[in-house]
């Protein structure tokens, strides 16, 4: 496993409740840090297993190491974006992290009506300010890699997908999870189909949200019976419908996670996951927090990568035993052949 845990792997910290109190000695026993660190949430919440949970721990540690305090706002909906922004500036925020493309116009206006205030845009690259720093990943090369496990692992030769919403940060993953296939399928002269995107079309079925509800387990299951013994819900909590699913097809089907190794943070089922795609949130919100606090924030776009190690894919945990001698072997080559661009990954919605 020393190629996959290569990536940078980092455990999360378990659950997400408030960060630890401030010992107002900048953590380490030096001079005080005056400074504020906040975070607000798409619809998917904190405690979403994924994406904003994340985000947000990397939040907690910074804030913990340093001995500050940070503040935190839940979205229930879009409406609450602007407003959630709002009360974090007026509670004297010093950096404001925004989690998610959909909240890309509220943080641009909320960026030039408060200049004085650093922004942080998880998953957004379209705004060029000095104020805002915008934090990206080629999750398509990450999902490269997953494609060709899952299809090497598929034992019915088709896998599948399934998105929250149809945008850019969600067609990404199944870009890359599609072209990972097409990629065995030419090595080894194989027939594995993908259902539930249509890479060429970009067509492909979407819950409408990102919220585990019935539509998203009803989504999952039209996929599972389409043949898909590998499944990627690509949405945050979307997921949790996936495993019920899964669950009454009562069949033998390994789940793909994204954004978080979510082998670690699921509560329960993680045995189901062959492997995740993961941006690696934690940390870099955790680098970013930290050095604006010790007075360095820039606003110079991050993309996230194979080769920095902004992105990659999550140990096969339960799975290990259970996936071909030679995957491991494999992937690391495709993953030095993306880094050296021998191998091409492109997606519609990678970063430009």
Request: proline residues 3%; hydrophobic residues 40%.
């Amino acid at each position: 496993m020393s190629g996959l845990a290569g990536l940078g792997v980092v455990a999360l910290l378990a659950g997400c409740g408030q960060a630890p109190e401030s010992t107002g000695d900048g953590g380490s026993g030096g001079e005080a840090i005056d400074y504020l660190p906040c975070i607000v949430s798409d619809s998917g919440g904190f405690d979403d297993k994924s994406f904003n949970q994340s985000s947000y721990e990397g939040l907690v540690k910074a804030a913990d190491e340093l001995g500050i305090e940070e503040k935190h706002v839940e979205s229930a909906s879009e409406a609450d974006f602007a407003p959630n922004i709002t009360s974090l500036v007026d509670q004297g925020c010093d950096m404001i992290i925004t989690v998610g493309f959909l909240l890309a116009d509220a943080t641009k206006e909320a960026a030039e009506k408060y200049p004085d205030v650093n922004f942080v845009i998880l998953d957004d690259n379209s705004i060029d300010m000095e104020n805002v720093k915008p934090v990206v990943y080629n999750t398509a090369e990450a999902a490269f890699l997953a494609g060709y496990a899952a299809a090497d692992t598929s034992k019915t030769g088709t896998v599948g997908t399934f998105g929250g919403m149809q945008i850019p940060t969600v067609t990404i993953f199944m870009d890359g999870f599609a072209d990972g296939v097409a990629y065995y399928n030419e090595q080894k002269d194989a027939d594995v189909k993908v259902v539930g995107w249509d890479v060429e079309a970009q067509q492909g079925q979407f819950t409408g949200g990102f919220d585990a509800n019935e539509t998203a387990k009803q989504t999952a299951t039209s996929v599972l019976n389409q043949g898909a013994d590998v499944l990627l819900p690509v949405g945050g909590p979307i997921f949790l419908s996936g495993i019920e699913a899964i669950k009454d097809t009562g069949d033998d089907i390994a789940m793909i996670g994204v954004d978080a190794d979510v082998y670690l943070t699921a509560d329960s089922d993680n045995e189901l996951f062959l492997t995740s795609i993961m941006k690696q949130m934690t940390q870099g919100v955790y680098d970013i927090v930290t050095t604006a606090a010790k007075g360095d924030f820039s606003a110079e776009p991050y993309v996230g990568t194979l080769e920095n190690e902004g992105v990659g894919i999550a140990p096969f945990h339960d799975w290990e035993d259970e996936v071909s001698d030679t995957l491991q072997g494999e992937l690391d080559e495709i993953k030095a052949g993306i880094i050296d661009g021998s191998i091409e990954v492109k997606s519609p919605s990678s970063p430009k």
